[in-house]
């Protein structure tokens, strides 16, 4: 069954360091998400993705995300200044296109967990 | 967006049968419902999605009754690696995706 990978799977990093979070969504799906999920606490939809450009975001992303689809299977989350709340579990989805629904069924990834010192 | 309510948790044995109940009194005609599994440090797995009356799959059923104001998840004969938190969502099938919200969720606990 196709499923959606994430790496690291764990990943340490400095405050004020830059990561790089990676994705490879299932083949066929054109839609792509980030969500977080600090520990403890609800998962929170971060930002969708379509046609190589952002669809929706909500307002935890901010100037210091951003999201990229480099090549035809990768896509990736860029924290550009890590702070300490930003450790979190990330979790990548991805789901076929049928409009970027809110119903349409999203396939997540198994999570990378960040943690910053 | 319609809002859930579900229970924080439950706890069953194994070998039993598991209904899960959430309200949605507020879901709009374009609303599904959809229902997710997590497992500690996973991300959330789609279990199984309906708009009314009863849809069954090889994991789970889904009952909406006929005002579709609730929901049951009902998990036949549950084992221990049933335990983990399950999520009701309520979303458009025409709205934007980001107008899916998690919950807390619904922890169940499996014991022997």
């Known amino acids: 069954e196709p499923e959606v990978t994430q790496t690291p799977s764990h990943q340490v990093t400095q405050m004020g360091q830059e990561v790089i979070l990676r994705c490879v969504p299932i083949s066929n799906h054109l839609y792509f998400y980030w969500y977080r999920q600090i520990l403890g606490q609800k998962v929170e939809f971060l930002v969708s993705f379509y046609n190589n450009e952002i669809s929706e975001k909500s307002e935890i992303f901010d100037d210091q995300f951003s999201v990229e689809r480099p090549d035809g299977s990768n896509f990736t989350l860029k924290i550009r200044s890590t702070k300490l709340e930003d450790s979190a579990m990330y979790f990548c989805?991805?789901?076929?296109?049928?409009?970027?629904?809110?119903?349409?069924?999203?396939?997540f990834g198994p999570g990378t967990r960040l943690t910053v010192l | 967006l319609a809002k859930t309510t579900q229970p924080i948790s439950m706890d069953s044995y194994e070998g039993q049968e598991v209904n899960i109940t959430c309200s949605h009194n507020?879901?709009?005609?374009?609303?599904?419902i959809t229902w997710y599994q997590q497992f500690p440090s996973q991300g959330p797995r789609f279990i199984i999605q309906g708009y009314k009356t009863k849809v069954t799959n090889e994991v789970a059923s889904l009952f909406i009754p006929a005002d579709r104001k609730s929901s049951t998840l009902s998990l036949p004969r549950v084992s221990l690696s049933d335990t983990a938190v399950y999520y009701c969502l309520v979303a458009s099938g025409y709205s934007s995706a980001s107008k899916i919200i998690f919950g807390s969720g619904t922890r169940l606990s499996i014991r022997p």
């Open positions: 507020n879901i709009a005609t374009n609303d599904y």
């Open positions: 989805a991805s789901s076929e296109n049928r409009g970027g629904r809110a119903a349409d069924t999203q396939y």
